[in-house]
């Protein structure tokens, strides 16, 4: 589905979690999860992102059982709902957790730690084929906002998608299944991100489908001066729209509707010049 066309992606945040950032709790409960899912993919989602760890900075992992506990249930309620009508994509550093969604439904495997937290899921999303999304990060969610630092943060982020892919490869792992997530606010300073946003068409030159994940962040909260995620929903369709422009195919996002829209408009623009 990544490279069948060039029109950006939506894909939806649903968290099966009580403690992530911005919505946190809002989606224990199955049928609540179900019809977020719903009214997401009515508001233009080609994917929805299910996790059952928080990954948002100083935040404890979760057990695989209870990861499994969250995640499974909800994937297979939405697979049976929607019938096949929209790909799901399991958020999550464990190959197993990930074997239990693909069973269950999920169609794409989103891992934050880029292959290195457990290298057999590299080795699953190689065996059944599945795409799967290799993001950028310092450290682990508990320790990567601990001072992280860089001297170049555009080439630094690249020469270890790089890596990732080197790995992936070497894994078995087709190069046309896999995306590349710069992983913005994951081990990066404000400005960290601001170079990042900047250069993202850099990010796309190495010829692999990139992912933005810039949703509701904390240093769009400090430049908009709001402490509320949800106060941040301009703010993030404005990073759609930059990130259209760069070339940037897909968009993790909280607020389907607006984003599409900042896509939609992006991509007329860029398509026309």
Do not use: W
Request: hydrophobic fraction near 45%; charge should be neutral; glycine fraction near 8%.
């Amino acid at each position: 589905m990544f490279n069948n066309t060039d029109k950006p992606l939506i894909m939806g945040i649903l968290n099966i979690t009580p403690d992530s950032f911005s919505d946190g709790g809002k989606f224990t409960n199955l049928n609540a999860a179900l019809q977020q899912a719903l009214r997401m993919q009515a508001e233009g989602a080609d994917i929805i992102d299910i996790g059952g760890e928080s990954t948002r900075p100083g935040s404890e992992s979760v057990s695989v059982a209870e990861q499994i506990r969250r995640v499974v249930p909800v994937i297979t309620a939405i697979r049976q709902q929607l019938n096949g009508s929209l790909a799901i994509s399991i958020d999550t550093t464990s190959s197993i957790v990930a074997r239990a969604a693909l069973d269950a439904g999920a169609t794409i495997i989103n891992d934050v730690s880029g292959g290195t937290a457990d290298p057999a899921l590299l080795t699953l999303a190689a065996i059944t084929n599945t795409p799967i999304i290799l993001m950028h990060s310092l450290g682990t969610p508990k320790t990567m906002q601990d001072h992280p630092y860089y001297n170049d943060v555009v080439a630094e982020v690249i020469a270890a998608l790089k890596q990732c892919v080197v790995t992936a490869l070497h894994a078995g792992i087709k190069k046309e299944q896999i995306v590349l997530d710069p992983g913005i606010g994951f081990g990066k300073r404000r400005q960290d991100n601001l170079y990042l946003l900047a250069y993202l068409d850099t990010i796309v030159t190495l010829g692999f489908p990139v992912l933005l994940g810039a949703s509701r962040k904390r240093f769009m909260g400090s430049l908009c001066d709001v402490k509320e995620p949800t106060e941040l929903v301009t703010a993030t369709a404005v990073t759609t729209a930059l990130g259209v422009m760069a070339g940037v195919r897909i968009f993790r996002v909280h607020d389907v509707k607006e984003n599409k829209h900042a896509a939609d408009i992006a991509y007329a623009i860029r398509k026309c010049c």
